[in-house]
């Protein structure tokens, strides 16, 4: 008995078997290959986009092999994959028409003439939900009989066949909609007829073999051409001018040799450096790329004094558009000035973190800047370490920023003793702020990095871990405990499952689910050494009510017993959802997601603003897509919402995004924050209070939507400073104010 496309997938996932793989090729590259060759003019082209399809297939097997539909999966990916081919190859002649550069020797493709209800066909079929879609491509594009595609969809004949009429008289409706009318039976005769073309031996089983040998890269034209698109995005109109040649010619050479060529083993292509699209280098990058000023003598006190001015004017100037904290050219050129100066730099570094007259500016901003450059000092600079201990001691605010700063220094043995008194002073804090400091990460790298150096100070630490009263410490202390002789104490693990069980007993439910989400981090980092925690994360992955933390649960659970796999079918999913994740964002850097990719892309900050282009470019509308790009706004700055509303206007140049000013939410933060200050230290919630310095940096436009939902988080925490926030807001949108007084009025949900 012939085994069906689940078996053969899961045969060449977990068996590599080339004989179950190249018979899904055999099986479906006609399906394949006529629908890019319906949406191609160019022969190659289409071939090039049928062996996309199935290197996609291919890398995708083990995710695949449960799907309802292999059939539909693959007409879905193969139109999607051609529409984005077509729009590239449109978009590269209207290029090279501009440019005057190319002129091909060969002569003009004729543009694709087939019936017109297959094609339009092909786009309508998106519409429809999954499983009809997929009922309509087995019964009419690869002819199965009612009784298969019952069987292949998981019902009865019978429904199958009132399932593929329904199906029919929603693909006729979509089909007027685009201006082409035509019978019922005149649409079933037309898919069957035309449907599929059968492709050739010699064709599928170069497809089969190079689709195995792909090894999760391609190179084919399509994607080199996408890639050369995102190199483009943003450059002059020389620098496009000029590529846009470069694309022609690859192209042409593609087109006359009929193949893509492979690299021969343990050799890197050449043109996948051009399918991965080109980025800008980070704001840190750059300023390293920047020309250093030669200091050829020492600076005199009129340079020194000028240098300082331009060096606080730098700290203290307005976020840029893109929303970079990162120190720009002329902070660096400042300091530049200085050479071997650095007590001076340090003391003028100083000045501007503690500085009264900049509050004009937003003192999160002048002191996050300050801490980056101070990275750049010796760490020996006289008063340095100690500035730094300080400011974390006492200010919560720049906690992380000034830990941070002292890792990037580097901390060694004889720091530990001044970093544990640090971790004792956090105990008496409401609530304290140990869990959410950098610090007992930076004490269980020191006593990793040197640990017979460190061992004279672990009775220290364990001092701490026995005698403080404060339960946030404690865990802290424990979490710093974790990879050390002491890692098998019951006292540390009990610490530990404190903070996963019950979140530290903390009184909101945010606070304890900030606590849970720190321990599962912290667990996962500690490796096997957390293994007595195995019982406290399966009951976090399997009860919590929070997503992310079920997911988190779940992979640190792989990460500290990964043979536990086998074992537990709900770790292996999540496993395979994070590889899975992974992937995407793989497919998405190399220009080789599809659409279902790109939108569950949306969801993952990282990838949100590729996908959202990717998208865009695509031109592939679908019910679910704008709504995912507006809601991948959050968090982004001004310079990528932008261009997330470029690619949704490209997709539907009507569809409305609504932007409320960045000084409605600048008014709501200031009026927040005021709030904030007049309230005695030991009722400030560092929670309340990082939210709000969030969107005072975060110095852009937004959605009502976001407005919002941040009104929510602040109600949640804090309903008087949420209510001070609205003020704020009615200082310049009163409407908008309006809808966040009735939020906050609104009874939480249990």
Not at 598 to 619: E, H, M, S
Request: proline content about 7%; charged content about 25%.
């Amino acid at each position: 008995m012939a085994m069906n496309d689940g078996e053969l997938l899961q045969a060449y996932a977990l068996e590599r078997s080339e004989a179950a793989f190249t018979e899904l090729v055999n099986r479906y590259v006609g399906l394949v290959h006529s629908v890019a060759s319906r949406h191609l003019a160019d022969p190659s082209l289409a071939q090039e986009v049928t062996q996309s399809v199935f290197v996609l297939l291919a890398r995708k097997a083990r995710s695949l092999a449960g799907h309802p539909s292999l059939a539909g999966w693959l007409h879905r990916t193969a139109w999607q994959i051609a529409a984005r081919t077509a729009r590239t190859e449109q978009r590269r002649r209207h290029w090279e028409a501009e440019a005057g550069a190319f002129v091909s020797e060969d002569p003009p493709m004729p543009d694709p003439d087939p019936t017109p209800i297959v094609p339009a066909l092909d786009e309508a079929l998106q519409e429809l939900p999954q499983s009809d879609r997929n009922a309509i491509v087995l019964r009419y594009f690869l002819r199965k009989p009612l009784r298969d595609v019952g069987a292949a969809l998981g019902t009865s004949e019978a429904a199958a066949k009132m399932r593929i009429r329904r199906a029919l008289d929603q693909l006729r409706t979509l089909l007027i909609r685009r201006g082409i009318t035509c019978s019922p039976a005149a649409l079933a005769a037309a898919m069957t007829e035309q449907g599929v073309a059968p492709a050739s031996a010699a064709f599928a089983a170069h497809v089969a073999t190079t689709a195995m040998g792909a090894g999760g890269t391609t190179t084919s034209i399509p994607l080199l051409i996408h890639g050369l698109l995102g190199l483009m995005n943003g450059t002059k109109l020389t620098a496009l001018i000029l590529a846009a040649g470069l694309v022609a010619v690859l192209s042409t050479v593609a087109l006359r040799s009929g193949r893509t060529q492979s690299a021969p083993d343990g050799e890197a292509d050449p043109s996948l450096a051009l399918a991965k699209p080109a980025e800008p280098p980070p704001a840190s990058t750059a300023s390293r790329l920047l020309p250093s000023p030669r200091v050829t003598a020492e600076p005199t006190p009129s340079e020194l004094e000028a240098a300082r001015q331009r060096l606080r004017t730098a700290l203290a100037a307005p976020l840029p558009k893109s929303g970079s904290i990162e120190l720009g050219p002329d902070a660096l050129e400042a300091m530049a000035t200085f050479g071997q100066r650095q007590n001076e730099l340090f003391a003028t570094l100083k000045e501007a973190f503690l500085d009264p007259s900049l509050a004009g500016r937003p003192r999160g901003l002048v002191q996050t800047r300050a801490l980056l450059a101070m990275r750049g000092l010796d760490k020996n600079v006289p008063g340095l370490t100690s500035f730094l201990l300080e400011t974390a001691r006492q200010d919560v605010r720049n906690n992380a920023g000034a830990i941070w700063t002292l890792r990037k220094l580097g901390l060694e043995p004889s720091d530990l003793p001044a970093l544990i008194r640090l971790l004792e002073d956090m105990a008496g804090g409401n609530p304290s702020p140990a869990p959410w400091s950098p610090l007992p990460d930076a004490i269980r790298e020191v006593f990793l990095q040197d640990p017979e150096a460190a061992a004279a100070h672990l009775p220290d630490l364990v001092r701490v871990f026995e005698e403080t009263a404060d339960p946030a410490v404690r865990f802290s202390a424990a979490s710093a405990l974790l990879q050390t002789s002491y890692s098998d104490d019951p006292r540390v693990i009990e610490s530990i499952r404190s903070g996963l069980r019950e979140g530290l007993n903390y009184s909101s439910a945010d606070g304890r689910n900030a606590v849970v989400g720190i321990a599962i981090e912290r667990a996962s980092a500690a490796g096997a050494a957390a293994k007595p925690l195995i019982p406290d994360l399966l009951e976090v992955a399997r009860t919590s009510q929070e997503s992310y933390q079920r997911d988190a649960a779940w992979l640190a659970i792989g990460q500290i017993q990964p043979e536990l796999r086998a074992q537990i079918p709900e770790l292996d999913q999540a496993m395979t959802r994070d590889a899975e994740t992974r992937q995407a964002r793989e497919d998405i850097s190399q220009g080789f997601a599809t659409h279902d990719d790109l939108i569950r892309a949306l969801g993952d900050p990282a990838t949100a603003l590729k996908a959202a282009t990717a998208l865009g470019d695509t031109g592939i509308q679908s019910p679910e897509a704008i709504p995912a790009m507006i809601a991948a706004l959050t968090g982004m700055d001004e310079n990528s919402r932008d261009q997330v509303v470029e690619a949704i206007h490209r997709l539907d140049p009507q569809a409305q995004v609504e932007r409320v000013p960045a000084d409605v939410m600048l008014h709501g933060a200031i009026f927040a924050e005021s709030a904030f200050d007049s309230r005695p230290a030991s009722e400030r919630d560092p929670r309340v209070e990082r939210l709000i310095s969030d969107q005072r940096m975060h110095h852009t436009w937004r959605t009502r939507d976001e407005i919002l939902t941040v009104t929510k988080k602040l109600a949640d925490l804090d309903v008087q400073i949420a209510q001070a926030f609205a003020n704020g807001i009615a200082e310049a949108d009163p409407a908008l104010a309006d809808q966040a007084r009735q939020l906050i009025a609104r009874p939480a949900e249990p």
